[in-house]
């Protein structure tokens, strides 16, 4: 069964280095995400992107973040100077469609980041 | 603006028993999709169930099933007959467009413990 595939399961680093995390969506998919669950809180929408570019973004999405799809399978997510309130496990999900509200999305098995 | 309350934040089922989460949402927009996932101890999000605003029928995967009551917002997950292994955080969401992409908001989670 086809999946989304995030590297890497778990990245520590220090305080304002930076870091990029990676994920291959689905492959026919065309919607990509970026999901953050803080440990203990709700998921949190980060950013969408579609046509290679950024469809949407949340509040959290500020100028630290952000995204690419350097090649045709990968898409990144990467935050230039993280601070500690960064650590978190962040979700990647692709969906088939988009701009219709209908469909599955899937998400990947999540990057923990931990920031110290 | 979407809201998804999930009010259970722990449930517990003997193993072989059937089991309902609750989920109510609020929306003002006609079409939205209803989601259910599961996020075991390990911190992945897994796909479970999806049920369309305008599906007529209830929907099930195996074990799971969506009870989808348009009228009264709600859209409760039946696990029928609990396996040790169900045990995880169920976290329900509902995907609504905001602006040309769609995203997801989700509940607070509910716990859940099945007892041998």
């Known amino acids: 069964e086809p999946e989304v595939t995030q590297t890497p399961s778990h990245q520590v680093t220090q305080m304002g280095q930076e870091v990029i995390l990676r994920c291959v969506p689905i492959s026919n998919h065309l919607y990509f995400y970026w999901y953050r669950q803080i440990l203990g809180q709700k998921v949190e929408f980060l950013v969408s992107f579609y046509n290679n570019e950024i469809s949407e973004k949340s509040e959290i999405f500020d100028d630290q973040f952000s995204v690419e799809r350097p090649d045709g399978s990968n898409f990144t997510l990467k935050i230039r100077s993280t601070k500690l309130e960064d650590s978190a496990m962040y979700f990647c999900?692709?969906?088939?469609?988009?701009?219709?509200?209908?469909?599955?999305?899937?998400f990947g098995e999540g990057s923990r980041l931990t920031v110290l | 603006a979407q809201k998804i309350t999930q009010t259970q934040p722990g449930m517990f089922v003997q193993e072989k028993e059937a089991v309902t989460l609750d989920c109510t949402y609020d929306?003002?927009?006609?079409?939205?999709?209803l989601f259910w996932y599961k996020q075991p101890s390990s911190g992945e999000m897994i796909f479970l169930i999806y049920q369309g605003s305008y599906d007529e029928q209830n929907a099930t995967e195996g074990r799971y099933s969506l009870n989808f009551q348009k009228a009264r917002k709600s859209a409760n997950l039946v696990i029928s007959a609990s396996q040790l292994g169900d045990s995880a955080m169920y976290f329900c969401?509902?995907?609504?467009?905001?602006?040309?992409?769609?995203?997801?908001?989700f509940g607070s989670g509910t716990q859940l413990t099945v007892l041998p």
């Open positions: 969401a509902m995907s609504f467009l905001l602006g040309s992409a769609r995203q997801l908001t």
């Open positions: 929306t003002s927009d006609q079409s939205y999709g």
């Open positions: 999900a692709s969906s088939e469609v988009g701009r219709t509200n209908t469909g599955e999305l899937f």
